[in-house]
């Protein structure tokens, strides 16, 4: 699974970097059948999520990953799910709130797309 | 996404009341190409992965479910990913541990079996 890892870390390389420092760049990442779960809030096509994501109440976001988890998505095709767990910095506070994510990305013309992806905070 | 939502509901009550009562009646749920990715260790298949469950050093453990959101994870067949958040009570610890859990659920002869399934706990 060596593979699997190598790409669902540079996906989430590239995820987070994008969505911390340009928001709107992300909507690529999508296509119309991508579903986002923000919060228990479901989401279809790309221009609604990228609507939702870019109008978050917050002004600067970092994301820091703990851990990533890889597996192969299905017995045919070259998609993956990746699971995160990580930490959420909002606008410099002192508390950073964990998050889970988990993303199906789906193969498509020498890249992915995402085609699931589910976002929780973990209150404690 | 109402049916969606209700399967994934049905499928972690049970799940976890198995887990919780009778690990060893986890197998029926997975296959032999079935995956686990246990805390970042990766096992293959229905008996490494019920050995593995049934192996686990506590006695005495529960599951609460805090969020529980679900997908459809392909656009021809009707399998789902279902992502779990939740606090594992383990042999009465007054401290639950937070944990993350992903499962992607495939049909299978008028029910769903476990292909993905990623376990994380989540330290703050």
Known sequence: MAD?????????DFY???FDTNRAGLQGLYRDNSMLTWEGQPL?????ITEKLTSLPFEKVQHKVTTLDAQPSSATVASLIVSVTGLLVVDDSPNP???????QLIPDGGSYYVFNDIFRLNYA
């Open 4 to 12: 699997i890892t190598a790409i669902a870390k540079q996906f989430t």
């Open 16 to 18: 987070y970097s994008t």
């Open 44 to 48: 279809l096509g790309a221009a609604t």
């Open 97 to 103: 709130l964990q998050y889970s994510q988990v993303f």
